[in-house]
């Protein structure tokens, strides 16, 4: 097991900090450049980091308090580029397929997709790994899926941009929104996954049990109702407010399970 070093770690954990309020002031002064001087070559430089300013901030938090994980930051690194380069490339080949509109009952098959590509991220880095801890899943499962929620929100962002006839204030409302709800997304939704699957693994081998499979539909079924709330509810509610209150119940609930197996994890490691 790794050493446990209290003021070592305490030290780390303000890092994450750090990187949020540095990278907003950067992305704010950013923008601000953007609007008065109107270059577009400032565009590309504000869409990746607006896309990629709380997801990394949501991995380095959890990989801060790694002093009982044997995770590092190369393979934290590359879980978060496989799971967001890969995952996109896959949901983008697959979802075509089985979609043409996003409905209340499609959005289950866009969880069930989604869901299944980005753990892959975690399955190419983790198979050289030991692969027995739970916190080494939430770490690398957040990781995996905070890739996959920014590279998606880029993507988002330059859809807006060319449906809108190049309108920047839309592509960064869009990319903004997409940045501060991404915690009770992709991240957590995955983490969740991902740290069953390593609670139930051998040091060198994957176990896929009832409790695996219960954790992947669980992943599935918190992403599907997060998706799939704003079709149900479009024709009952007249307020968008309703919608959004919706949502963050069921990002609440993916938090709380995440922070159950977080403590879990912890107390199984020490």
Same mark, same amino acid.
């Given at each position: 097991?790794?050493?446990?070093?209290?003021?070592?770690?305490?030290?780390?954990?303000?890092?994450?900090?750090?990187?949020?309020?540095?990278?907003?002031?950067?992305?704010?002064?950013?923008?601000?450049? *953007?609007?008065?001087?109107?270059?577009?070559?400032?565009?590309?430089?504000?869409?990746?980091?607006?896309?990629?300013?709380?997801?990394?901030?949501?991995?380095?938090?959890?990989? +801060?308090? !790694?002093?009982?994980?044997?995770?590092?930051?190369?393979?934290?690194?590359?879980?978060?580029?496989?799971?967001?380069?890969?995952?996109?490339?896959?949901?983008? @080949?697959?979802?075509?397929?089985?979609?043409?509109?996003?409905?209340?009952?499609?959005? @289950?098959?866009?969880?069930?997709? +989604? +869901?299944?590509?980005?753990?892959?991220?975690? @399955?190419?880095?983790?198979?050289? #790994?030991?692969?027995?801890?739970?916190?080494?899943?939430?770490? *690398? /499962?957040?990781?995996?899926?905070?890739?996959?929620?920014?590279?998606?929100?880029?993507?988002?962002?330059?859809?807006?941009?060319?449906?809108?006839?190049?309108? @920047?204030? *839309?592509?960064?409302?869009?990319?903004?929104? !997409? /940045? #501060? #709800?991404?915690?009770?997304?992709?991240?957590?939704?995955?983490?969740?996954?991902?740290?069953?699957?390593?609670?139930?693994?051998?040091? !060198?081998?994957?176990?896929?049990?009832?409790?695996?499979?219960?954790?992947?539909?669980?992943?599935?079924?918190?992403?599907?109702?997060?998706?799939?709330?704003?079709?149900?509810?479009?024709?009952?509610?007249?307020? /968008?407010?309703?919608?959004?209150?919706?949502?963050?119940?069921?990002?609440?609930?993916?938090?709380?399970?995440?922070? !159950?197996?977080?403590? +879990?994890?912890?107390?199984?490691?020490?």
């Amino acid at each position: 097991m790794p050493k446990t070093d209290g003021s070592h770690s305490a030290k780390k954990r303000h890092y994450w900090w750090r990187i949020l309020l540095i990278g907003f002031g950067i992305y704010v002064a950013g923008l601000i450049i *953007l609007i008065f001087t109107g270059n577009p070559n400032v565009f590309p430089t504000m869409t990746i980091s607006g896309s990629f300013l709380v997801p990394v901030t949501y991995v380095s938090f959890f990989y +801060e308090r !790694r002093h009982l994980s044997s995770v590092k930051m190369p393979a934290t690194a590359m879980t978060f580029f496989y799971g967001g380069v890969l995952g996109t490339l896959a949901a983008s @080949l697959l979802e075509p397929l089985f979609i043409h509109s996003l409905t209340f009952q499609t959005a @289950l098959i866009v969880g069930v997709i +989604e +869901e299944f590509v980005k753990i892959w991220g975690v @399955l190419l880095i983790a198979r050289r #790994l030991r692969h027995d801890s739970e916190l080494d899943g939430i770490i *690398l /499962g957040a990781a995996a899926g905070m890739g996959f929620a920014a590279f998606e929100s880029m993507g988002y962002a330059f859809s807006a941009f060319l449906r809108s006839g190049g309108s @920047l204030s *839309l592509s960064v409302g869009v990319t903004l929104l !997409r /940045g #501060l #709800l991404s915690p009770v997304g992709h991240g957590t939704w995955t983490a969740i996954f991902a740290a069953v699957l390593f609670r139930e693994s051998r040091a !060198r081998k994957f176990r896929i049990n009832l409790a695996v499979f219960a954790a992947y539909f669980t992943a599935v079924a918190l992403h599907w109702l997060w998706d799939g709330i704003p079709g149900l509810l479009s024709h009952l509610v007249s307020s /968008g407010v309703d919608i959004f209150i919706a949502q963050m119940v069921v990002g609440a609930a993916g938090l709380f399970i995440l922070w !159950r197996r977080w403590k +879990e994890a912890l107390s199984r490691q020490r």
